[in-house]
């Protein structure tokens, strides 16, 4: 069985401001690992993926993740966030054993970008 | 427009009636999802179907039965509605092709309310 952990469920920032929100998983095999993005009143859309290779993902809208397997972390980051980033922000993981494509989500973290 | 619609937007409904939430994907996606989005436990995969004719349980099932007729439509369905089932439900899909790892895509969600 695989778990993921967003350690924050609120993340306040001023615009312009760099940041990073932070997941961590577990799991007994190797996975893959994503972000998705949620805007009010929508649908999640991802934002990135590591599947394998380079552990440095870059995504839409800016935003990066670094996959670090000794601590079984996948970190969102972006240098400089702008007001319209403003939304709930989804880790989730899937194991390569997993035919099904399931996918297991952390909690969910919200960012809220201040002017 | 290709993609996932759900039927209905929203929904209130009395407890103990059937409600069956509606989902339809253009994609030809052979893999369907449903999930339930509570605050603070982010999405709980409720059942799935990796094709046509065939479906799984996810990690909360109880209460919730579905059914895969055909590669585009998979319905959810609560025989008798309990006050806990509120919540957001989001139907998603994806392709299989031999190793996981492929994007789910999310429909916009239904919101129900049970009273």
């Known amino acids: 069985a695989q778990s993921v952990t967003q350690l924050d469920s609120q993340v306040p920032v001023f615009e312009e401001a760099p940041v990073e929100l932070r997941c961590n998983y577990s799991?007994?095999?190797?996975?893959?690992l994503f972000w998705y993005v949620q805007y009010p009143n929508q649908g999640l859309q991802l934002l990135l993926k590591y599947l394998s290779g380079s552990t440095l993902v870059k995504g839409i809208n800016g935003f990066e993740a670094e996959f670090n397997k000794s601590q079984t972390s996948f970190h969102l980051r972006k240098p400089s966030v702008h007001i319209s980033d403003t939304a709930e922000y989804f880790c989730a993981v899937s194991d390569l054993g997993n035919a099904g494509n399931m996918l297991t989500f952390g909690g969910g973290t919200r960012l809220m970008v201040k002017p | 427009i290709a993609g996932i619609t759900q039927a209905p937007t929203s929904q209130i409904l009395a407890a103990g009636r059937r409600m069956t939430l509606r989902c339809t994907q253009d994609m030809r996606h052979n893999a369907m999802y449903w999930y339930r989005q509570d605050l603070g436990l982010g999405l709980r995969l409720i059942h799935y179907?990796?094709?046509?004719?065939?479906?799984g349980k996810g990690e909360v099932p109880d209460g919730y039965s579905v059914s895969r007729a055909n590669t585009d439509d998979f319905p959810l369905t609560l025989a008798s509605a309990v006050p806990s089932q509120t919540s957001v439900y989001f139907c998603a899909s994806s392709v299989i092709a031999g190793a996981s790892g492929y994007e789910q895509f999310f429909g916009p969600g239904t919101r129900l309310t049970v009273l």
């Open positions: 799991s007994s095999v190797s996975v893959y």
């Open positions: 179907s990796n094709t046509a004719g065939t479906t």
